[in-house]
């Protein structure tokens, strides 16, 4: 099964890419929304996390709290890397899972914010980058999320992998810089990706 990573900094577009790949009939997995997903449904892990964490955890009516684990962990190197000791074996499986439910499909996509710190970029047959100028992200977000000050987001940026990184590591690299067009970016790689699967029987 040909696999296809994209990752990027907050605020490039990667649920734009995604969402294009998905109109052209491609699956798409995407690793946070599963990751939440899997902390409310997964009983193990529910109790992983409340033995690691504390009752806390989660409310009365069972629901994740998102703020309390937030304080917790974020700025917390050694709890943030316990927590993702947790939570990523079951993300892992849930994805096997998926990607055996669509086997079918010339090739699959799997978009993770944290693809090279996670190291989720080794069982991926390429890596897409999507990069958009800082400028450009500022503004994006700050439109996007009205709660987020340009304060928080250089910061949240400062703890991501640098772009540059991320590009230098990448096979391929959409630009979402507002200048080229990303459909067309897509639909070549698109190709690509066809080609190759084929290639792979």
Not at 43 to 49: G, M
Not at 77 to 106: I, M, T, Y
């Amino acid at each position: 099964m040909l696999i296809i990573g994209i990752t990027g900094g907050i605020g490039v577009g990667k649920t734009v890419v995604c969402r294009m790949f998905q109109l052209l009939g491609v699956p798409v997995y995407d690793s946070d929304a599963r990751a939440k997903w899997v902390m409310h449904h997964n009983s193990t892990l529910k109790e992983e996390l409340i033995a690691s964490f504390g009752p806390e955890t989660y409310n009365e009516q069972g629901q994740l709290d998102r703020v309390y684990l937030g304080k917790l962990a974020f700025n917390n190197p050694e709890r943030l890397s316990q927590l993702n000791a947790l939570v990523h074996p079951h993300v892992g499986s849930d994805f096997k899972q998926w990607s055996d439910a669509n086997a079918a499909a010339p090739y699959l996509i799997k978009e993770a914010a944290i693809m090279y710190e996670s190291e989720v970029w080794r069982q991926m047959n390429r890596v897409i980058t999507v990069y958009a100028p800082l400028e450009v992200r500022i503004k994006r977000l700050l439109q996007r999320d009205p709660h987020r000050t340009e304060a928080d987001i250089k910061g949240i940026v400062a703890k991501q992998l640098s772009e540059e990184e991320k590009i230098a590591r990448a096979d391929h690299v959409v630009y979402n810089n507002d200048k080229q067009l990303v459909i067309l970016q897509v639909l070549a790689l698109h190709q690509q990706f066809l080609s190759l699967s084929s290639s792979l029987g």
